[in-house]
């Protein structure tokens, strides 16, 4: 499995701990890109008893709830869970904010 996703509901969950970002820079020819990596543990939770979805999985930064894998790849991922497969995330923000608080998290899932 390797899925390309996005953290959602991280609205709700307010008082999540700090993002430890690192930036990286990355030069291609005269036009600088710059990005950024997490350096937080980011680990996965299946929910099966969510009563808003049966698949959720929750995102956990440092431990504590920061959001949920979109609805539409929970199936699959949750799926893989409930096999005893142990998935594996990559974390990117994007749009960093201030106080570095990304806008949006990108999570590559492999297994």
Do not use: Q
Not at 83 to 109: D, S
């Amino acid at each position: 499995m390797h899925i390309e996703t996005i953290v959602v509901g991280m609205s709700f969950y307010p008082n999540r701990g700090d993002f430890l970002l690192e930036k990286e820079s990355r030069w291609e020819g005269e036009n600088g890109h710059v990005s950024y990596r997490i350096n937080n543990e980011l680990t996965l939770k299946r929910e099966s008893d969510n009563k808003y979805d049966e698949h959720a999985v929750a995102v956990l930064m440092d431990g504590e709830k920061i959001g949920y894998i979109n609805k539409e790849d929970a199936e699959e991922v949750s799926e893989e869970m409930d096999g005893g497969i142990k998935v594996k995330v990559e974390a990117h923000p994007l749009l960093v904010m201030k106080k570095n608080i990304p806008a949006y998290i990108i999570l590559r899932l492999y297994t």
